[in-house]
């Protein structure tokens, strides 16, 4: 938008300087080709007297030799012809063709225009004019005089006029550069700042002080629509968050209580008492994990120091041997992850234990700070993979398989809390692979 508004504004520009510039260049050189027609003319009258005289004194002396030093002093050619049109008098070179302009002066009319001189031509203009007196033509002074100082006038006018007006256009885009910037900054500005909440930075605001008048009123109220909609959802977050950790409490003494009524239980309400101890544990889990998504999306936990990530995998290798599937771990001795990527590998770990059936593997590696977790399981499909992330989210295939429907939710909020992006890819021939890609590389040594 902001080229579009300097090329708008430059092209008005052009148009203004041209309107300008250009008829001061045309008007500068019809000054200037009148001002050497009524030079000329003037010289032409001199000779038309001195011709008429000549003519009726029948000597032509004076008039030969002075339009001889007027041919070498200027430059010109000039011309003398009778009323029948024979040659009288003639000095300079004479090539241009003088039918017309003869036959003008024959009848008693001079010239009253010349074409407009430029720096492109023409070299030589005629002039002619009746010699005589009264009404009695005797004759014809022709005068074809250069036009090399006129062009040049014109031309160094026209260079002027031409340098003055590639100055102004000079100016004039800068200036339409800078008041460019500066309609367009508070738009510059809710750009930023749109695109830094929508990676997560709720507290990012613009600073209105600079632009029109207008745009300045919007960057405040979307300041304050920013601030009511980051304090809805951060009441909303601080309710989830103090929920969950309210009801943990209640929930542990639900349990143990329910534990100390299993022993005065009949036979036939053994079942249904597991049931509901399933039951409270899922619950249980459940509001752990709203708690654990409740921080996280705070930026509470400390996900950004870094800690090994190899003791982290080993812890997992039990889990993985009791179910019967095989952990494969690649990655370098000593590596260190922030505690958020360490922690979505737990997420995916933890997952990938679920739905990988016996004898199957899971490889974790870290190449060039990208962390995958793949597996060899069922995986997800296309669709499956883009709602995945999205909270309490459940494959219908995988319904009794105990969980939450919160883990990948929390991945994604880690993720973006360690500038890193989380994607949900197939594997090859089956599975699923979780990858974390971060803005910088995690270093493979401490």
């Not at 012809?81 to 000095?91: K, L, N, Q």
């Not at 920013?226 to 943990?248: K, P, T, Y």
């Not at 309490?392 to 929390?410: C, D, K």
Request: proline share 6%.
């Amino acid at each position: 938008m902001n080229s579009r508004l300097v090329v708008t504004f430059t092209t008005l520009i052009v148009f203004i300087i041209a309107a300008l510039a250009v008829p001061l260049g045309l008007a500068y050189a019809s000054h200037r080709t009148n001002r050497l027609l009524l030079d000329r003319r003037a010289d032409a009258t001199r000779f038309a007297e001195l011709a008429d005289q000549a003519a009726r004194e029948d000597d032509r002396t004076g008039l030969v030799a002075e339009i001889t030093r007027y041919a070498d002093l200027y430059g010109a050619a000039v011309r003398v012809r009778d009323r029948d049109g024979i040659v009288r008098a003639s000095a300079g070179r004479f090539d241009a063709d003088d039918r017309d302009a003869t036959r003008l002066a024959l009848s008693g009319r001079t010239t009253e225009d010349l074409p407009t001189i430029s720096p492109f031509g023409p070299a030589t203009v005629l002039l002619a004019e009746p010699a005589g007196r009264d009404a009695q033509v005797s004759g014809v002074v022709l005068l074809a005089a250069p036009t090399g100082q006129a062009r040049r006038d014109v031309s160094l006018v026209w260079a002027a006029l031409a340098t003055g007006a590639l100055v102004a256009l000079a100016c004039a885009a800068l200036v339409a550069r800078r008041l460019a910037r500066w309609i367009l900054r508070p738009v510059t500005e809710l750009d930023r700042t749109t695109r830094a909440i929508a990676r997560g930075r709720l507290d990012a605001r613009a600073h209105p002080g600079v632009g029109p008048s207008e745009l300045r009123r919007l960057e405040e109220r979307f300041n304050a629509m920013a601030d009511a909609v980051s304090g809805a959802m951060e009441r909303q977050r601080a309710f989830v968050a103090d929920a969950s950790h309210e009801l943990r409490t209640p929930l542990t003494v639900l349990g143990l209580r329910l534990e100390n009524l299993e022993p005065h239980l009949r036979a036939e309400g053994t079942t249904e008492f597991q049931e509901a101890l399933a039951e409270l544990d899922r619950l249980t889990l459940l509001v752990a994990d709203l708690l654990a998504l409740a921080r996280v999306e705070a930026g509470a936990g400390g996900t950004g120091r870094e800690v090994p990530l190899g003791p982290r995998l080993r812890e997992w290798e039990e889990v993985y041997a009791a179910k019967k599937v095989r952990l494969v771990t690649e990655i370098p001795e000593m590596s260190v992850v922030p505690e958020a990527a360490a922690r979505i590998a737990d997420i995916a770990l933890d997952n990938a234990q679920k739905f990988v059936p016996a004898g199957g593997t899971v490889t974790v590696t870290l190449v060039d700070g990208v962390l995958r977790v793949a597996d060899d399981g069922p995986g997800l499909g296309p669709d499956e993979r883009a709602e995945a992330p999205g909270r309490f989210w459940r494959s219908a295939a995988h319904a009794n398989v105990p969980g939450s429907g919160l883990g990948l939710a929390i991945a994604t909020e880690l993720a973006r809390a360690c500038g890193a992006t989380l994607r949900l890819l197939p594997a090859a021939p089956h599975g699923l692979v979780v990858e974390l890609r971060p803005d910088q590389p995690y270093p493979d040594q401490p």
